[in-house]
């Protein structure tokens, strides 16, 4: 089946620092990628959807200068957590539709990042 | 997207079935229902979606009610391994249409 990637699985980092965080779709081409956040006991909140070769959209409430979403390739995107704070610690989790014949199945999630920012 | 609603928690016991219901009562003909599950602390998994008719796969089976306004996601056998949170989510499949948004699920408790 389909697998989703990402790396790293886990960060600690300090307060101002950015974080990177990459998502790759290892046997499929992906032009769309969506980032999510969850933070304890809630559920995931989509947070934005990555765009191959051109900007992502952000959904309302998601600073887009905060979370820098670039998706340079059919396989790769990455979410930049810029000038990170301890609010900022979550667990991160991209997903990657793959499609077939002008519809698209189920969605492949990857195994999250979990980011501390101390 | 059409609103789910799930039960907050559920237990079952291990080698027994266990029903997750979910109410969508306002979605739209071309709009599937998919079922997903986390376990803690990972990203979810596809587990079955369909569109009106029952579907069943290697996991689980998914009992669509004729006005397609409720389901039911069956675990035949449950093992400790499905603790998890399962989501109900109803959605299209046109292509372009893509976001999953997900709800509260319900926390599902295998116990021995």
């Known amino acids: 089946g389909a697998v989703v990637s990402q790396h790293p699985s886990w960060v600690i980092c300090k307060s101002g620092t950015s974080v990177k965080i990459e998502c790759r779709s290892l046997?499929?081409?992906?032009?769309?990628m969506f980032w999510y956040r969850q933070f304890p006991k809630q559920s995931l909140m989509l947070m934005a959807t990555?765009?191959?070769?051109?900007?992502?959209?952000?959904e309302q409430g998601v600073e887009k200068d905060k979370f820098l979403i670039n998706h340079a390739s059919l396989t790769l995107s990455t979410l930049t957590v810029t000038s990170a704070h301890p609010e900022d610690s979550s667990f991160y989790i991209c997903?990657?539709?793959?499609?077939?014949?002008?519809?698209?199945?189920?969605?492949?999630f990857g195994p999250g990042t979990r980011l501390t920012v101390l | 997207d059409a609103k789910t609603t799930q039960p907050t928690s559920m237990d079952c016991a291990e080698g027994r079935a266990a029903n997750l219901p979910c109410n969508h009562s306002t979605i739209s003909g071309n709009e599937y229902v998919y079922w997903y599950r986390q376990i803690h602390s990972q990203g979810p998994q596809y587990i079955i979606h369909g569109l009106k008719n029952n579907e069943t796969n290697e996991m689980a089976s998914l009992i669509i009610t004729e006005d397609r306004k409720s389901s039911t996601l069956i675990l035949p056998h449950a093992t400790l391994r499905d603790t998890a949170v399962y989501y109900c989510i109803v959605r299209t499949r046109i292509q372009g249409a893509q976001k999953l948004v997900f709800g509260q699920g319900t926390r599902l408790t295998i116990n021995p």
């Open positions: 990555s765009n191959e070769g051109s900007k992502a959209t952000y």
């Open positions: 046997d499929f081409q992906a032009t769309t």
């Open positions: 997903s990657a539709p793959r499609t077939s014949g002008g519809t698209y199945n189920e969605q492949f």
